[in-house]
């Protein structure tokens, strides 16, 4: 345990920004993309490739800890960090997102909303306070308070309606959060693809005062145009003294854009569920290594990356993982997408701090758009 | 690549020897233990992790990989080597055995078994030159002759035309392998769990002359005495000066008995294929990490251990990610099971070269009888 949360702005290019967050467990120079560990646990990469790869603060999901193996659980071993051995910071989410994607039975109500577990069909009550409560008790370094996340496309009633409920619960999480031992608190801005209740619930969080602000409800099936209209909208009624977050997003090509329109950190299974799926991610734009054509390649995936998997891999190996179904195939595509993400992120900061952030994401794009090496 | 295949036996201790094998890719201590990379791939385990095991030779399985990618490819591709960039010794068996318990439609006749691919249905015919001709594009430093392997129990006729088969087959192997670059050949002992046929197999074998020696055809079924009793009878007959592998073995306790009997290698996916199923070997012998007793404990599996996941994690956190059908559960505990196969062939090796082979054994298995540590 070290300093508490703080967020220092050190540079600014255009709208993109850089600067770093210190928190109990370390520091996060942002832009920050933050690898997710859901059921603690990235998945088919161990916590050292993590580390190797860059990332310096990870993301685990509420309510699947909560659960299994449970947070009081987890506290009684110590909290998250103690459990993972993982030692930098780490986001918990506040399990809202998951109760609407994955819970049954679920019935949102003014005190809480209630569901059934979709391990063991458990009924179960999430307040505004039990997700501060339960958040405390993994041990997070950054919490985020509980809200109502809604599908788009939904009806405006609905979408206001849901934004109202949220901001409630947000006073009521801001009450309810401890800041000792230095953690920090977040905000999550909601109201669909309407601005106008974007923006007034950005306001209203301001007013509460959060450590941290984001976006939450985007990247939930809405053209990357809508997504990116909203941030555009929303980015500047954001304090600009705190950390902005846009939660689930997303490609590389998403990051580029959100981080030009004023986002600092960000958050995607992306990286691991494509590596799982045969898929990489690379400065040549996405790779499917199931594809025939890298059967007889022995060449590897990319010889300038700072990934090892990357580098010393022949492409016609990758491919045979993949093709035979071995778990060292979504271990290895995972490993060099999560660095790739890292790279992508280092690359913006560096740019933002030179003040050629615009150069910088031209010339990623060119990147992406030459494509892969042409079959040897 | 460096020297040719050599063995040399430096130490032993009552029938327990202890040496080294010379390969054109590094050094083997003896006994020594071979984690199995059926295709290509340690299931769930980086080749990174491997080595920090502490294994100097790795085995692949011919079968499957000239089914998928296939030899000529993976001979194009530089050989197993360049294409797994694993860069120590490789062994590979010729076949014969998957053919047996994985293909489809199979008929063994004198020329050549033929059989149909269980991955998409070809039809193949795989001879003893074929065999030999596979594991050179491949570019294995040990490679196995061709034989059939039958299951036990098996009538005496047919175990002894299995047997002769093999012997034929042991001599066309031997005609149409290539000493160049160091690589070695390897002559399989059949006869099923008839004594004299086994002695008839091993003396047989010995007058065609190969690198090394092994016992095949165990571990197929039969109890534990049983394949004992084999060993015993077999390896005094198999030259002194040459290496001895027993094929497809087995359990720490196989092979603390096994070694006892003068065998010097072996190989086995039981400790990547139990870790998979949430089973770790350990000093106190084997845990299941399944089992609910774990859910609260914090302490590591192993404290004292050379694996740095058997010391780190605590076993709740194990039994979590084996719960929660985590990829970096099977990781972990493949890994830690890797490790404690390596330790316990360093152990052995000590042992002999001190000549206390037998209390080494003794307090092995005490350490396994006293059981797992009391729940906390």
């Known amino acids: 345990?070290?300093?508490?949360?703080?967020?220092?702005?050190?540079?600014?290019?255009?709208?993109?920004?850089?600067?770093?967050?210190?928190?109990?467990?370390?520091?996060?120079?942002?832009?920050?993309?933050?690898?997710?560990?859901?059921?603690?646990?990235?998945?088919?990469?161990?916590?050292?490739?993590?580390?190797?790869?860059?990332?310096?603060?990870?993301?685990?999901?509420?309510?699947?800890?909560?659960?299994?193996?449970?947070?009081?659980?987890?506290?009684?071993?110590?909290?998250?960090?103690?459990?993972?051995?993982w030692d930098g910071p780490i986001l918990t989410d506040s399990g809202g997102f998951q109760v609407m994607s994955l819970a049954n039975l679920r019935k949102v109500e003014e005190d809480a909303v209630t569901f059934r577990s979709h391990v063991d069909g458990t009924p179960i009550a999430l307040s505004p306070e039990r997700a501060i409560e339960i958040q405390s008790l993994l041990g997070s370094d950054i919490a985020m308070q509980l809200d109502e996340c809604l599908a788009l496309p939904s009806s405006v009633p609905d979408i206001e309606r849901a934004m109202q409920l949220s901001l409630r619960w947000a006073e009521r999480c801001k009450r309810a959060f401890d800041h000792a031992r230095g953690r920090a608190l977040f905000g999550i801005v909601q109201g669909g693809d309407i601005p106008g209740l974007r923006i007034e619930s950005a306001r209203a969080l301001a007013d509460i005062g959060f450590d941290g602000y984001a976006i939450g409800g985007l990247a939930v099936g809405e053209p990357q145009q809508v997504m990116l209209r909203i941030v555009d909208e929303v980015?500047?009624?954001?304090?600009?003294?705190?950390?902005?977050?846009?939660?689930?997003?997303?490609?590389?090509?998403?990051?580029?854009?959100a981080v030009a329109r004023g986002m600092d950190m960000f958050d995607c299974v992306l990286p691991t569920r494509n590596g799982r799926h045969g898929m990489a991610f690379t400065r040549f734009g996405p790779i499917n290594l199931r594809n025939a054509r890298h059967a007889d390649d022995p060449r590897p995936l990319d010889a300038a990356s700072r990934c090892p998997a990357a580098r010393e891999f022949a492409r016609a190996y990758l491919h045979h993982l993949v093709r035979a179904e071995e778990t060292l195939g979504a271990m290895l595509l995972s490993t060099i997408n999560l660095y790739y993400y890292q790279d992508l992120m280092r690359g913006m900061r560096a740019a933002i701090t030179m003040h050629r952030f615009n150069d910088f994401c031209a010339e990623t794009r060119q990147g992406w758009a030459a494509g892969d090496l042409a079959p040897p």
């Open 1 to 85: 345990m070290s300093d508490a949360f703080s967020f220092r702005l050190s540079t600014t290019d255009g709208a993109a920004r850089a600067g770093e967050i210190t928190t109990p467990h370390g520091r996060i120079a942002t832009p920050a993309f933050m690898p997710v560990g859901t059921q603690a646990a990235m998945k088919a990469v161990t916590w050292r490739d993590v580390r190797e790869s860059g990332a310096e603060i990870v993301l685990a999901n509420t309510y699947h800890l909560m659960l299994r193996p449970g947070a009081e659980r987890i506290a009684a071993l110590g909290g998250l960090h103690a459990f993972t051995q």
């Open 235 to 257: 980015a500047g009624h954001l304090p600009a003294d705190h950390p902005r977050y846009l939660m689930g997003v997303g490609t590389p090509e998403d990051l580029l854009e």
